[in-house]
């Protein structure tokens, strides 16, 4: 969460002022109660994050938690960069549905699907965090910060997106209704292409 709290702190992501101190003070108080070495470690990271995904429901807009996530999604990264601009660079040539489904077939990921609108559709499950909690029987009705959780994990498939595909995104929408008719269904993440 420092990581987002750095990035709200961020004059062009547009967060008022007035409530960077309730994330600030979230922070504080965790790296009082565990010391600021151990702030963001995953062990520690379960209430310290609910705390914090709440106060970001509550006091940003969705516009506002889109432009953050862009910016700092959740898994970004996540080790592969250097694969990924790899095969941007060698299938720059290619139409981007082309390229789609040479992402999926390299990475062995999900594919986007193009839409006429200018927009990426993408069904996503991961094997981890909430499905691996879903699977493990932790949830049988979605936690009430799920949306939120979906919204990071947005940023992070779009920054995987952006870097694989050679294109710029922007987060349009995040479906989370088919949790409500099953915990464990696949969320549906549209972008917008924005180059």
Same mark, same amino acid.
């Given at each position: 969460?420092?990581? $987002?709290?750095?990035?709200?702190?961020?004059?062009?992501? *547009? $967060?008022?002022?007035?409530?960077?101190?309730?994330?600030?003070? $979230?922070?504080?108080?965790?790296?009082?109660?565990? =010391?600021?070495?151990?702030?963001?470690?995953?062990?520690?990271?379960?209430?310290?994050?609910?705390?914090?995904?709440?106060?970001?429901? *509550?006091?940003?807009?969705?516009?506002?938690?889109?432009?953050?996530?862009?910016?700092?999604?959740?898994?970004?990264?996540?080790?592969?960069?250097?694969?990924?601009?790899?095969?941007?660079?060698?299938?720059?040539?290619?139409?981007?549905?082309?390229?789609?489904?040479?992402?999926?077939?390299?990475?062995?990921?999900?594919?986007?699907?193009?839409?006429?609108?200018?927009?990426?559709?993408?069904?996503?499950?991961?094997?981890?965090?909430?499905?691996?909690?879903?699977? *493990?029987?932790?949830?049988?009705?979605?936690?009430?910060?799920?949306?939120?959780?979906? *919204?990071?994990?947005?940023?992070?498939?779009?920054?995987?997106?952006?870097?694989?595909? =050679?294109?710029?995104l922007k $987060?349009?929408?995040?479906?989370?209704?088919?949790?409500?008719?099953?915990?464990?269904?696949?969320?549906v993440f549209?972008?917008?292409?924005?180059?």
């Amino acid at each position: 969460m420092k990581t $987002i709290l750095r990035a709200m702190q961020k004059k062009k992501n *547009e $967060i008022p002022e007035d409530v960077l101190p309730i994330f600030e003070g $979230i922070v504080q108080k965790y790296e009082e109660q565990l =010391g600021p070495h151990l702030v963001g470690l995953r062990c520690f990271q379960p209430e310290w994050d609910d705390e914090f995904s709440k106060a970001i429901d *509550e006091h940003l807009t969705e516009e506002q938690r889109f432009k953050l996530y862009e910016e700092v999604g959740g898994c970004n990264g996540a080790g592969a960069d250097k694969e990924r601009r790899a095969f941007a660079r060698e299938f720059a040539h290619l139409a981007l549905e082309e390229r789609m489904e040479l992402f999926s077939e390299t990475f062995g990921r999900w594919k986007p699907v193009l839409n006429d609108d200018n927009t990426l559709t993408l069904t996503f499950k991961c094997s981890h965090g909430y499905y691996l909690r879903v699977k *493990e029987g932790k949830y049988t009705t979605p936690p009430p910060n799920v949306k939120g959780y979906f *919204e990071r994990c947005a940023g992070g498939r779009l920054y995987e997106l952006e870097k694989a595909l =050679g294109i710029k995104l922007k $987060i349009k929408e995040v479906d989370i209704s088919p949790l409500k008719e099953n915990v464990g269904s696949p969320v549906v993440f549209t972008f917008e292409i924005v180059s």
